[in-house]
T-cell receptor, first 110, second 113 residues
Framework: DQQVKQNSPSLSVQEGRISILNCDYT??????FLWYKKYPAEGPTFLIS?????DKNEDGRFTVFLNKSAKHLSLHIVPSQPGDSAVYFC?????????FGQGTRLTINP | EADIYQTPRYLVIGTGKKITLECSQT?????MYWYQQDPGMELHLIHY???????EKGDLSSESTVSRIRTEHFPLTLESARPSHTSQYLC????????????FGPGTRLTVL
């Protein structure tokens, strides 16, 4: 039973355009959400997070939106750059542990 | 920048061998974690520790074992490696708060022949 789902395994975006990565979760009790970025042969690195008391958090080119009623969060990257090409994982804070989605491979085309 | 290290980065080993994957962090974090990840799949938590002499099994059943004798060190051991253990193993650490981001090591890619 997958608690965190990223339904798009891959996404291709033109450089300079907006990248939107989506994530759905099942448990309305989750109250803290994170996005991680992973390059090949490296461990994931923390990107941005949001608490359930907010519906938006922005950090430079990265914005995370949270829709609690839909149990959905999204990561917006604008403008997209070639260095953004990586696998992006969303994660939710469960009982003392993070639960990860399957990841979305983002490719930024020049 | 996170200071968490894993060795070896890559390991190819025969069936039946005993292996230990090393993980060390210099941030003084109390919490440490081991995840297993197959390509295109989510990270699965296999072990975690809240401090010295504390170890717990994660959500994914694993034949590996861990120990936490020192705060900075959280090794994972497989007594008898099998091809089904082939995967990437990621170690992470975080501070003691509830919503603290986890810092990940570079991972160990294990292949068991």
């Amino acid at each position: 039973d997958q608690q965190v789902k990223q339904n798009s395994p891959s996404l291709s975006v033109q450089e300079g355009r907006i990248s939107i990565l989506n994530c759905d979760y099942t448990n309305s009790m989750f109250d803290y959400f994170l996005w991680y970025k992973k390059y090949p042969a490296e461990g994931p690195t923390f990107l941005i997070s949001i608490s359930s008391i907010k519906d938006k958090n922005e950090d430079g080119r990265f914005t995370v939106f949270l829709n609690k009623s839909a149990k959905h969060l999204s990561l917006h990257i604008v403008p997209s750059q070639p260095g953004d090409s990586a696998v992006y994982f969303c994660a939710v804070q469960g009982a003392q542990k993070l639960v990860f989605g399957q990841g979305t491979r983002l490719t930024i085309n020049p | 920048e996170a200071d968490i290290y894993q060795t070896p980065r890559y390991l190819v080993i025969g069936t039946g061998k005993k292996i230990t994957l090393e993980c060390s962090q210099t941030m003084g974090h109390d919490k440490m974690y081991w995840y297993q990840q197959d390509p295109g799949m989510e990270l699965h938590l296999i072990h975690y520790s809240y401090g010295v002499n504390s170890t717990e099994k994660g959500d994914l059943s694993s034949e590996s074992t861990v120990s936490r004798i020192r705060t900075e060190h959280f090794p994972l051991t497989l007594e008898s490696a099998r091809p089904s253990h082939t995967s990437q193993y990621l170690c992470a650490s975080s501070e003691a708060g509830t919503n603290d981001e986890q810092f990940f090591g570079p991972g160990t890619r294990l292949t068991v022949l």
